[in-house]
């Protein structure tokens, strides 16, 4: 079952994303009230949209939001995951299309995320349509750089 985020699957994502970033590819150690404090803060955005698949456990999450741009409404994708036990097996793909239909009957006309280059993720979101745009490039500088 995919549907709508509602605030009592919180505590559940929190769980998933521990669960899956521990694991890896990302071999990623998240302090529990750490990810609550990230996810929280994403579905507090003005504008917050999320989507969950699963029954009465979730195995998958897409958190976003929205901001006006001058040509329409655009979604931020900020965090996605789905349980890694349950990954290769169309989840993140039926996902992603509940939500991408969602957005396009709110009227959204584009949808931008950031993933790391050369990975999984990378390849899946090439095979559902993403493209890396030629416009936009992310840039980044460490706060010890600044020479405080």
Do not use: N
């Not at 989840?91 to 950031?114: C, H, I, Q, S």
Request: proline share 5%; aromatic share 12%.
């Amino acid at each position: 079952m995919t549907r709508v985020f509602q605030q009592t699957d919180l505590d559940p994502c929190v769980d998933l994303f521990i669960a899956t970033f521990v694991r890896p590819p990302w071999s990623e150690i998240w302090d529990r009230s750490v990810v609550r404090a990230r996810l929280d803060q994403i579905i507090r955005t003005p504008l917050f949209y999320g989507v969950v698949v699963g029954g009465d456990v979730i195995t998958g999450f897409a958190l976003g939001f929205s901001e006006p741009w001058h040509e329409g409404t655009h979604f931020y994708l900020k965090e996605m995951c789905i349980d890694p036990d349950h990954q290769r097996q169309g989840l993140g793909t039926r996902l992603m299309d509940f939500l991408l239909t969602e957005l396009t009957a709110r009227d959204t006309r584009r949808v931008y995320l950031l993933t790391a280059r050369g990975d999984m993720s990378e390849a899946f979101y090439s095979k559902i349509g993403f493209y890396t745009s030629p416009k936009m490039i992310l840039m980044a500088r460490r706060i010890e750089d600044c020479g405080a």
